[in-house]
């Protein structure tokens, strides 16, 4: 079954609103998850790091002051789009290493969270 | 800066074809190489590799990294329509911790 999840699976919202998309890791603690975007027909673009008990660490280009992230405990992390505009709408996807060495392998990936601003 | 492409973008091929996806990188530090398959939602683990020259199999899929070429291959044998997805090529960086992906091969199986 799934280990991490997402919600909510999909947000329509107007511009200028912001969004909150939560992130969870469901039988074990990550006190790291990756937030990533994905635009159609596109890869999958990191956009930070999301580090329990301290700031995320983002990519270069990706505001963080448009994308909050706050990771509240060692199961939750949550992506906040602030006045999200119609560029925004993509899919986000979270994932979480469940180990603490070879962090590919055991990556989870949530279901990701289709985000559309009109 | 660290980079993968993937080759080619898009494939479409008939039902039972085998097909052959490329993946190259250029990374520091390098840890090991993933491949995913993506189909309506969340990507799905296939395969790390960390060891030039070997086959990593599972069922008709299979992998092999080339560290001297800096590249790695995912072979799909008697393919099927449930193949169609796109594949996502990543790889990881032991001092950033963090996944490097590429932009994807969209494969389309026709029956």
């Known amino acids: 079954g799934a280990v991490v999840s997402q919600h909510p699976s999909r947000v329509i919202c107007k511009s200028g609103t912001s969004v909150k998309i939560e992130c969870r890791s469901l039988d074990f603690q990550a006190t790291t998850m990756f937030w990533y975007r994905q635009f159609p027909k596109q890869s999958l673009m990191l956009m930070a790091t999301?580090?329990?008990?301290?700031?995320?660490?983002?990519e270069q280009g990706v505001e963080k002051d448009k994308f909050l992230i706050n990771h509240a405990s060692l199961t939750l992390s949550t992506l906040t789009v602030t006045s999200a505009h119609p560029e925004d709408s993509s899919f986000y996807i979270c994932s979480a290493p469940r180990g603490p060495y070879s962090w590919g392998e055991t990556q989870y990936f949530g279901p990701g969270t289709r985000l559309l601003v009109l | 800066e660290d980079k993968v492409v993937q080759s080619p973008l898009s494939l479409v091929v008939h039902e039972g074809d085998t097909v052959t996806l490329n993946c190259s990188y250029e990374v520091t530090n390098f840890r090991s190489l993933l491949w995913y398959k993506q189909e309506k939602k969340a990507p799905t683990f296939l395969f790390m590799l960390?060891?030039?020259?070997i086959e990593k199999k599972s069922g008709r899929l299979s992998s092999i990294l080339d560290k001297k070429e800096l590249s790695s291959i995912l072979n799909i044998t008697a393919t099927q329509t449930g193949d169609s997805a796109i594949y996502l090529c990543a790889v990881e960086n032991v001092g950033a911790q963090k996944l490097v992906f590429g932009q994807g091969t969209r494969l389309t199986i026709n029956p």
């Open positions: 999301s580090n329990e008990g301290s700031k995320a660490t983002y």
């Open positions: 960390t060891s030039s020259g």
